[in-house]
């Protein structure tokens, strides 16, 4: 499995940015999605998921300001950013999970794209 970012960039505290992350390879194996993200000196944060049936997760710090969702296809996840704050300026990366299930055992993949900046201003 294959993930590209785009949408990063620089806004204004208070404005909006879409991410896309469009995935290619075995996709049909992908059993979630998310976004994960890493500030300058912390460590890399669950943002937003959503599982192959569109259950959705979200951190308490982005709850009512962000929204993660695919397309029909399931090939691309968004997450659309609403309300920008200083504080969400970090590098995005998009995760994918595929659980390969065998008579003795599960065994999980991930993977990651190559991250897309956002940066807010104050």
């Known amino acids: 499995v294959q993930l590209v970012e785009s949408g990063g960039g620089l806004v204004q505290a208070g404005g909006s940015l879409r991410l896309s992350c469009v995935a290619s390879?075995?996709?049909?194996?992908?059993?979630?999605m998310g976004w994960y993200r890493q500030a300058p000196g912390r460590q890399r944060e669950l943002v937003a998921g959503?599982?192959?049936?569109?259950?959705?997760f979200y951190a308490d710090s982005v709850k009512t300001r962000f929204t993660i969702s695919t397309n029909s296809a399931k090939d691309t996840v968004y997450l659309q950013m609403n309300s920008l704050k200083p504080e969400d300026t970090a590098v995005y990366y998009c995760?994918?999970?595929?659980?390969?299930?065998?008579?003795?055992?599960?065994?999980?993949?991930?993977?990651w794209g190559q991250g897309t900046q956002v940066t807010v201003s104050s």
């Open positions: 959503i599982s192959s049936s569109r259950s959705t």
């Open positions: 390879g075995r996709i049909t194996d992908i059993t979630a």
């Open positions: 995760h994918a999970e595929v659980i390969v299930t065998t008579i003795e055992a599960k065994t999980k993949f991930e993977y």
